[in-house]
C-alpha cells in the first residue's frame, strides 16, 4: 500500500498543473507503513517519498522554488516521525507478545488442560474466551484420578478480572487436596464451601457480599458402570448414549451455588446415574447455553447434540464450538469452559481356539 500511494502521487504530479500538489500522499506513504512494516523497510519507504518528491520539481524545473524546499522539508519531517511511530509501534507489539507468553503460562498454571487418558477414561476439555486474545477468565474445569474413582469439576465464578482468577485459584486448589482427601463427593463439595468462605472474609467491596460459583462435581467409580453428580446451581451436565440417545441430568434437590452458605444450609446429595461403555458425559459452563444469534435465540445443546453420535470426547467439544461459532457468527458474550468425558467400550474377549486331539 505506501508503495502504491507514491505511485499515486506521481501519477497526480503529473497529470495535474503545477499549482496542485501531491505532497499530502507522499507525507501519506510513510505513516502507512509505520505500523505495518519493520523499521528498515519505514525507513526505505520515507528516504523514497522524500527523494521521489524533491526528484520530481526538478525535473518540472522548479527545484529552486520556495514549495521545492517546504514540500521536501515536509515529507521528511513526516518521515522521520513514522519511524519514531514505527519504533514505539515494534516496542509495544513485544510487550504485548511478552504479555501473551505470561497469560498463556499462567492458564496452565492455573487452569491446566487434562491429560487425554485419565484413569481408563477419555477426557476433553476446551476453554473459548469470549473476549478475543484473553486466555482465562472465571470458567474452570479439572479432572483428577483419586482411589474413590475419576472426579471431576466445572464451575462459574461470579465476575470477571483478576478477582475472578484468584478464585478459579482457590477452587482448583481445593478441589484438588479434597478429591484425594474425601471419600464422598458431597464432602468435596462441603470442602469448596469451606474455601470459598475462607475467600470471601479477605475480601472487601461487593464480592465479599454477592461473590458465589456455580458448579457440578462428579465422580466416576473405577470399577461401576455409574457417575454420581452433586449440582451446586450449575446447568445441567448431558450425558450422551453411545447410540445418540440424550439425557440432561437434573438434580434431585435444587441446591444453592457454592459461597452462598450464609443464605441457607441444605445437604449435598449425590445423584447416581447409570454410566455405560460408549457413552459420554458433557460438563459446561452457561457460556455455551447463553451464547446467541442475531436474532437473540440461546444456543440449546440439547437439540443440537441429540440423535448425534461422535467418535471421541474431541470430536465432541470440537463440533460444538463450531456450531456456536456458527450460531452467533463467530461472536460470544461470556466465556465458555467445556469438558467431556468417555467411557470406552469394552471390548469383547477373544474366543481361545483348541486344536482337536489326535488320536
Known sequence: MPFLIIVAAITLDQATPTTITASPLFAAAPLVAAPFFSFVRTFVVGLLSTATIVGLHFVSGAATAVATVTEGLTVFTVSVLALAINGVVRRSGERLASARVIAEAAQRAVLPTPAPRIGGLH?????????????????????????????????????????????????????????????????????????????????????LFEGFTTAVLAEIPHAEGMVRVVNRGHPEPLLLAADGALTALAPGEPALPLGMGDLGAWPDRADEVPYQSGATLLLYTDGLTEARNRAGVFYNPRERLAGRIFPGPDELLDAIVGDVRLHTGGGSTDDMALLAVSRPTERQPERRRTMPVVP
Do not use: C, H, N, P
Open 123 to 207: 477426557i476433553a476439555a476446551r476453554y473459548e474466551a469470549a473476549e478475543e486474545g484473553a486466555f482465562i477468565g472465571g470458567d474452570l474445569f479439572a479432572v483428577q484420578d483419586t482411589e474413590y474413582g475419576v472426579r471431576l469439576v466445572v464451575g462459574d465464578v461470579r465476575g470477571k478480572g483478576m478477582g475472578a482468577v484468584e478464585t478459579v485459584a482457590v477452587i482448583i486448589g481445593a478441589f484438588r487436596e479434597a478429591a484425594e482427601q474425601e471419600s464422598s463427593l458431597e464432602g468435596v463439595a462441603r470442602r469448596l464451601e469451606r474455601a470459598l468462605t475462607r475467600e470471601g472474609t479477605r475480601r472487601t467491596g461487593i464480592d
